[in-house]
């Protein structure tokens, strides 16, 4: 027995979610800082432009969303098979997901690059860049999007590393990309003079670092699953368990980056460029709360994956109810530093006192039920480790479809610019409702 096995199998529960988490949630905080670092050294290093600086980064948001959908729905989808065979003991079966996981996530990549050069200008107007901040969305965006291939290899790669149960390594990634991606940052903007351009290069050589160390831990003697070549061909039962389970993700994402359009569509018409301004940083400083919750999603997806798959439900549904009382506390306490210091936050990225005085309001209005999203993160991380993927979908999308946008679209008629704002919270609550009735079920299920 691989000594991952045991350790996936028989270790206590509170002390798996420890060891498979923190390294996770290290790494995805350093990445979220890295986010947030790009946002603050344009913004201090474009003076008085730097509010159209911080929008332009902001209307490049959903092109990155869409990047990340890739990544995440194949290394999702993949992670999930991968844990579940090893659960099974089926390694031949792991190593040919992983193979096809570098398949697909290439081939996808590449498309989208090809795609997103050819359509930029007009993608970016789509996405609400006003003609006074198109060029500085597009000078960012160009370079992100010819870095396409190593984001997204770096990110699902690591979901495949994570469910092996070597979460160090993972994070390892994370944190000298994200490392790195800091270091550059000031010295491409600053020192050469390169503003908003290289703010983005020096995001793609960091990823490219985390590409460089995923294809070492597959050529070394880390891994206990070998990247065969030859399983690189197609399969297509494996690709389309991958793509089922990693679907929900997928089109999470997807959903997500097209909401973008919607909200800044909505923002340019009510609050303008600054309004997006505002949303953008608002959007960071969520994801930067939000990177421990979905570290511990990522750290319980193994143990959830394997221990089903080895029919011990047992200690799935004792990882899920301990994994939602310590993401709730978490919400918890982001919301009530949110609350104590909103200023103080809003003037780590802007001096521009118009951009303050909008984003206090909003960013309290935004963050009232984050209570809440704690337990849909976990919901989703049992669903798709235990492939439902139909369910995980329908958790996913009940926020972004269901309630989210027609509140975007009726709540500003009555409300104005915070009618857009007060969205956020009432669809939590509501996606909240809807992960709780259908995780329920299956936890039911398995009792019986």
């Given amino acids: 027995m691989h000594k991952n096995d045991a350790m996936l199998g028989n270790e206590s529960i509170g002390n798996l979610i420890v060891k498979l988490s923190v390294p996770t949630i290290v790494g995805l905080l350093v990445q979220a800082l890295y986010n947030l670092v790009d946002t603050i050294f344009v913004g201090r290093g474009l003076g008085e432009q730097s509010m159209l600086g911080i929008a332009g980064?902001?209307?490049?948001?959903?092109?990155?969303?869409?990047?990340?959908?890739?990544?995440?729905?194949?290394?999702?989808?993949?992670?999930?098979?991968?844990?579940?065979?090893?659960?099974?003991?089926?390694?031949?079966?792991?190593?040919?997901?992983?193979?096809?996981?570098?398949?697909?996530?290439?081939?996808?990549?590449?498309?989208?690059?090809?795609?997103?050069?050819?359509?930029?200008?007009?993608?970016?107007?789509?996405?609400?860049?006003?003609?006074?901040?198109?060029?500085?969305?597009?000078?960012?965006?160009?370079?992100?999007?010819?870095?396409?291939?190593?984001?997204?290899?770096?990110?699902?790669?690591?979901?495949?590393?994570?469910?092996?149960?070597?979460?160090?390594?993972a994070m390892a990634i994370m944190l000298v990309s994200s490392v790195t991606n800091i270091i550059l940052d000031p010295l491409f903007i600053f020192e050469f003079g390169m503003g908003i351009k290289g703010a983005a290069i020096a995001t793609v050589i960091s990823q490219l670092v985390g590409c460089v160390m995923v294809a070492y831990y597959y050529a070394s003697s880390l891994s206990r699953l070998n990247l065969i070549f030859a399983y690189m061909i197609p399969d297509t039962e494996?690709?389309?368990?991958?793509?089922?389970?990693?679907?929900?993700?997928?089109?999470?994402?997807?959903?997500?980056?097209?909401?973008?359009?919607?909200?800044?569509?909505?923002?340019?018409?009510?609050?303008?460029?600054?309004?997006?301004?505002?949303?953008?940083?608002?959007?960071?400083?969520?994801?930067?709360?939000?990177?421990?919750?979905?570290?511990?999603?990522?750290?319980?997806?193994?143990?959830?994956?394997?221990?089903?798959?080895?029919?011990?439900?047992?200690?799935?549904?004792?990882?899920?109810?301990?994994?939602?009382?310590?993401?709730?506390?978490?919400?918890?306490?982001?919301?009530?530093?949110?609350?104590?210091?909103?200023?103080?936050?809003?003037?780590?990225?802007?001096?521009?006192?118009?951009?303050?005085?909008?984003?206090?309001?909003?960013?309290?209005?935004?963050?009232?039920?984050?209570?809440?999203?704690?337990y849909q993160v976990v919901a989703t991380a049992l669903l798709q480790s235990m492939g439902k993927s139909k369910e995980s979908l329908v958790v996913t999308l009940s926020r972004q479809i269901i309630f989210l946008p027609p509140l975007v679209l009726i709540l500003p008629l009555f409300f104005g610019l915070n009618g857009i704002w007060i969205s956020f919270p009432i669809s939590d609550f509501l996606a909240c409702v809807v992960a709780v009735l259908i995780t329920r079920k299956e936890i039911a299920r398995m009792r019986s």
């Fill in 57 to 169: 980064i902001s209307v490049a948001f959903p092109v990155q969303i869409l990047m990340m959908a890739i990544a995440l729905g194949v290394g999702i989808g993949g992670s999930s098979i991968i844990s579940r065979a090893l659960g099974k003991k089926d390694i031949i079966k792991a190593e040919r997901t992983v193979a096809n996981m570098v398949t697909l996530v290439v081939t996808a990549s590449v498309a989208f690059t090809a795609l997103g050069l050819i359509f930029l200008d007009p993608m970016l107007k789509v996405f609400g860049a006003s003609d006074i901040v198109l060029p500085f969305a597009s000078e960012y965006t160009k370079y992100i999007v010819i870095g396409t291939t190593f984001f997204t290899f770096s990110a699902a790669m690591s979901n495949a590393i994570r469910a092996e149960g070597n979460t160090k390594f």
């Fill in 238 to 374: 494996i690709l389309g368990e991958t793509i089922s389970i990693g679907m929900s993700e997928f089109i999470f994402n997807v959903v997500e980056s097209a909401l973008f359009l919607l909200f800044n569509q909505s923002l340019l018409l009510y609050g303008g460029d600054v309004s997006i301004a505002v949303f953008g940083i608002i959007i960071k400083v969520f994801m930067l709360t939000l990177m421990p919750i979905i570290g511990i999603k990522q750290g319980i997806q193994p143990i959830v994956g394997y221990n089903y798959g080895a029919n011990e439900y047992a200690r799935v549904r004792k990882t899920i109810s301990l994994s939602n009382y310590i993401v709730t506390a978490m919400c918890i306490v982001s919301t009530i530093i949110v609350f104590l210091i909103p200023e103080q936050i809003m003037r780590v990225f802007s001096d521009d006192p118009e951009l303050i005085s909008m984003g206090i309001a909003a960013l309290k209005i935004s963050f009232l039920m984050m209570p809440f999203i704690g």
